[in-house]
């Protein structure tokens, strides 16, 4: 049954709450705004606002607009209701702009998620890891399932345990194994680069470059599994030897900013002789270009390189060895499946991997 235009323009406006992850006593758009937004008249628009005023959902402010005064309830979306699906993305970055990050994993994974959602025509909300710790779970009510990601810590796991939503975790780590999880396989992604790097060059001495964010004390958890395939690999030929080095986010800022850390990754790499590098990000690609331009050859030739990058960069024109992880099918696939587990909530736990793209 097709609805009224009063009806559809009720719902439009329920869905931007949902949509646009608006709080309660966040302002709406201005009439001729949401007028011009939704392709409707100013009685038509004010019908549906009166209808969501009455129910308690908006208030009328005065001169200071409308505003939210309490969250949509499933019940106001009928048999035409779509489907909400929280995304949740932990990242050291303060700014939590990762997301908008081209080619980076977590943009990749929330393309793919988004393909999915945008075809079953439902709702996608995108939360920072930094924000769902600090929200309430009472928020929770009106979402039908979570896609988890990132470094995730064991609270947020319990929280959304606990509110016994359906859920998947993307890029999880291995010890939490009380969720659905879907996850590129970066152990994999780490152990070939290696493999590559060696037979290049018959390197000896590999040098596995990290990446730190800011606030990272550590390699994030997608790296340290890389580190582990090099490890891997290096354990089966004994003659080899493993080195870490890591650069931080501010040090791969353009420009001539990049002399100093290269020298410094020059002395580190002259020092231990080192023949092979595993780079663990697209993000450095840059900084090993312009070491390889600026430092050609060394006392022991060439040094052979690999890349470990995202399937959305791969075609990219780089004088580089590279090894892709597709987080864009990881970020679908686990859509797919959260929807599953929707519908079959009691179904069996899944753990799954997507190889590397070869």
Do not use: W
Not at 18 to 33: D, G, H, M, W
Not at 112 to 128: A, H, L, M, P, R
Request: charged share 25%; glycine share 6%; aromatic share 8%.
């Amino acid at each position: 049954m097709r609805l009224l235009k009063k009806e559809k323009i009720y719902q439009d406006i329920v869905y931007y709450i949902l949509s646009e992850n608006l709080e309660v006593s966040n302002r709406i758009p201005t009439e001729r705004e949401l007028c011009e937004k939704f392709g409707v008249s100013r009685i038509t628009l004010r019908i549906a606002v009166d209808k969501l005023v009455e129910e308690g959902i908006l208030m009328r402010d005065g001169r200071n607009g409308t505003r939210v005064k309490a969250l949509p309830l499933k019940e106001n979306f009928g048999d035409l209701a779509r489907q909400q699906i929280l995304f949740v993305y932990f990242s050291s970055q303060a700014d939590g702009k990762t997301l908008e990050q081209t080619g980076t994993a977590p943009e990749q994974l929330y393309r793919g998620i988004e393909k999915y959602i945008d075809e079953k025509k439902d709702i996608i909300i995108v939360q920072t890891g930094k924000n769902f710790i600090k929200t309430n779970t009472s928020i929770l009510k009106n979402i039908d399932g979570v896609i988890i990601g990132g470094d995730v810590d064991e609270e947020s796991v319990k929280k959304i345990i606990s509110s016994k939503i359906p859920s998947m975790m993307i890029n999880g780590h291995k010890p939490l194994l009380s969720m659905n999880t879907i996850f590129c396989d970066q152990y994999e992604a780490g152990y070939v680069a290696c493999k590559k790097v060696y037979e290049k060059n018959k390197a000896q001495n590999i040098l596995f470059l990290g990446l730190l964010y800011e606030n990272d004390k550590r390699l994030q958890s997608g790296y340290r599994e890389q580190l582990q395939g090099v490890e891997e690999f290096i354990y089966e030929n004994n003659d080899m030897r493993l080195f870490r080095y890591d650069l931080t986010v501010s040090e791969c800022s353009g420009g001539q900013d990049l002399n100093n850390p290269i020298e410094q990754l020059n002395a580190f790499i002259n020092k231990n002789h080192i023949s092979g590098i595993v780079v663990c990000s697209n993000i450095l690609e840059e900084q090993v270009s312009l070491y390889k331009e600026k430092y050609k050859t060394s006392g022991s030739g060439d040094i052979s390189v690999c890349v470990i990058t995202t399937e959305a960069l791969k075609n990219r024109a780089i004088p580089l060895d590279i090894v892709s992880l597709n987080f864009q099918k990881v970020g679908y696939l686990a859509a797919g499946y959260l929807y599953k587990t929707i519908n079959d909530p009691y179904g069996q736990k899944l753990r799954i991997t997507v190889p590397i793209d070869l």
